[in-house]
C-alpha cells in the first residue's frame, strides 16, 4: 500500500465480484429507499446512511463481511466510518454505483 493509494478510485464492480465469493457476506447499498427502487445491484440490502443502526437486522455478528455502496462514494465511506464504530471489523467501502459495469435490478 503506498501513501497515495487514497487518491485511485474504488473500483466498484471488483467489490462485487470479492462480495459474490466471500460466504455470508453482505452487499449494502447506503442510498435512500427511493435511490434503491430506481435500480440497484442484485442481491444488495439496503439501508439508508441515516438508518444504519439498523444493519444489526440482517447481521448481527459483528465479523460478517460488510461491502458497502452508495452512489458516487461518499455516503459508503461515510458509512464505513460508522460501521466500524459499531465493532464491525470487516467492512469495505467499495464504492459508488455509477462505476458499476453490471445489470441493474429495477
Known sequence: MGIFDWLRPTDIN???EACRAEPGAVLLDV???QEYCEGRIPGSRNIP??????VEAI?????????????????SRCAVGMLRQ?????????????GYRGQLER
Open 14 to 16: 471488483k467489490g462485487v
Open 59 to 75: 447481521a448481527r455478528d459483528k465479523g460478517t463481511p460488510l461491502f458497502v455502496y452508495c452512489y458516487s462514494g461518499a455516503r
Open 31 to 33: 442510498r435512500t429507499p
Open 49 to 54: 446512511l441515516q438508518s444504519l443502526g439498523q
Open 86 to 98: 459499531m465493532g464491525y471489523t470487516r467492512v469495505e467501502d467499495i464504492g459508488g454505483i455509477t
